[in-house]
Nanobody, 119 residues
Framework: QVQLVESGGGLVQAGGSLRLSCAAS????????VAWFRQAPGKDRSFVAA????????DYADSVKGRITISRDNAKIMTYLQMTSQKSEEAAVYYC????????????WGQGTQVTVSS
């Protein structure tokens, strides 16, 4: 299993920047990829970005391309989500999710970190 802990959430002004972090522990040697999702009140959880753990290939939701960057630090077993030009509608709880290469259909989730965007 993998345990994930998000941090870095808080209050950011519209147009501002914030960096979220996701720390992984447990069977980290088998991580396939890590993704970030977000969920606003009353809405479904939606995909934001993902990164492959070994190759570092990335994928982004169309709505965040050019403004949000996902990265990882393999040595620290950390994943980051650098968010810029924040919009009010991006206020949400942000979750990181990991998959293991040995069981790619099993998802591990963190507890989430709240991002509030003030206009």
């Amino acid at each position: 299993q993998v345990q994930l802990v998000e941090s870095g959430g808080g209050l950011v002004q519209a147009g501002g920047s914030l960096r979220l972090s996701c720390a992984a522990s447990g069977r980290t040697f088998s991580i396939l990829d890590v993704a970030w999702f977000r969920q606003a009140p009353g809405k479904d959880r939606s995909f934001v970005a993902a990164i492959g753990w070994s190759g570092g290939n990335t994928d982004y939701a169309d709505s965040v391309k050019g403004r949000i960057t996902i990265s990882r630090d393999n040595a620290k077993i950390m994943t980051y989500l650098q968010m810029t030009s924040q919009k009010s509608e991006e206020a949400a709880v942000y979750y990181c999710r990991a998959r293991l290469a040995v069981a790619p259909k099993t998802y591990y989730w963190g507890q989430g970190t709240q991002v509030t965007v003030s206009s």
